[in-house]
């Protein structure tokens, strides 16, 4: 490996996931096991700026890799977006010597991470951690797993209750510009539809695939809702479809961001402990300015201008499976 860099500096960005706390464990001591100085940046890009950075070790990361959220904290930077801001965060990269970055975030986090290497040629490999798992590049994000894993399990408990009143329930998942999490929730959940921001469902299927289960004497339904689906949100739904309803009684549960939070799955912690050794890896091998990513379980490193405002598409099968159960 190329003796380069000698000091990494880690931070998390963007909305928190389950398993960026796996991820940063295993990019702190990766970086220990090869030798290098490594370096939080607590608060993201804002702690960039502001030098609240401090050094790890490999006792500081103890104890972690079955907790959610991120102890390096997590910020969305306003100032990072300015030209002012960015030469903060370099002088204060400077001042520690730091000569590689290794961030653990999503798309916003990629793009302002790309944006800097060109302007100061810092090499840096990005971790896709979102629970959105909408990052092209990759099969799964980090947090993914674990996100849809809480939502199946609220919605098997909400199912016992509409079994028990004859309800339909609307229910709510993250997701705003993808559907991953909703659609596998709702094979998983058995759902009577899905709406995701994907696909081009109508108001009139909706009703349709809802009244034909009221006709049948269907004691129960569930519709599974992304949060950016274009027919609009599980309470937008609910109202429309009460008005035209005399056979169900229509309760709303919106999950939000109970989604985000709670104890990494295992496939997340090995997925992110994976992710963390390669970033690192890379990194001292030579890599710079990419996505670490997940592919036929093999890892590969993605260019940033080949993923940034590519969109991780669902494929066409879950589609088709979802529709075949859901009558």
Do not use: W
């Amino acid at each position: 490996m190329e003796p380069k860099i000698s000091k990494i500096g880690v931070f998390t960005s963007g909305g928190d996931a389950p398993g960026m706390n796996a991820a940063l464990r295993a990019v702190v001591r990766s970086a220990i096991y090869y030798k290098k100085e490594v370096y939080g940046i607590m608060q993201g890009y804002e702690g960039m700026i502001d030098g609240d950075i401090v050094k790890l070790g490999a006792r500081s990361v103890g104890n972690i890799i079955q907790r959610g959220g991120t102890i390096l904290k997590s910020a969305r930077s306003q100032e990072f977006r300015t030209k002012e801001g960015r030469e903060k965060a370099f002088q204060n990269l400077k001042k520690h010597g730091i000569d590689g970055l290794v961030a653990i975030g999503g798309d916003g986090t990629f793009t302002g991470l790309h944006k800097f290497y060109e302007e100061y040629s810092i090499p840096a490999v990005c971790i896709p951690g979102t629970i959105d798992n909408d990052l092209a590049g990759t099969d799964y994000t980090i947090g993914y797993d674990t996100a849809t894993n809480t939502a199946v399990e609220a919605i098997d408990k909400i199912r016992d209750t509409a079994i028990s009143h004859n309800r339909l329930f609307f229910i709510e998942v993250m997701g705003r510009n993808s559907g991953y999490i909703a659609i596998n929730c709702g094979i998983a959940g058995g759902a009577v539809a899905t709406i995701i921001p994907e696909e081009n469902m109508t108001l009139d299927d909706l009703f349709h695939k809802l009244d034909e289960g009221g006709k049948t004497n269907k004691k129960s339904s569930l519709v599974v809702v992304a949060e950016g689906s274009k027919l609009g949100g599980a309470m937008e739904l609910a109202k429309k479809f009460s008005e035209r309803n005399n056979y169900f009684d229509i309760k709303v549960t919106i999950l939000g961001h109970l989604q985000r939070g709670g104890t990494p799955t295992y496939f997340d912690r090995v997925l992110a402990s994976k992710m963390g050794v390669a970033a690192v890896e890379g990194l001292l091998k030579g890599e710079k300015d990419v996505m670490v990513g997940i592919r036929n379980n093999i890892i590969v490193y993605n260019n940033f201008s080949t993923i940034i405002n590519h969109q991780h598409e669902i494929d066409s099968e879950s589609l088709r499976i979802a529709k075949i159960l859901s009558i």
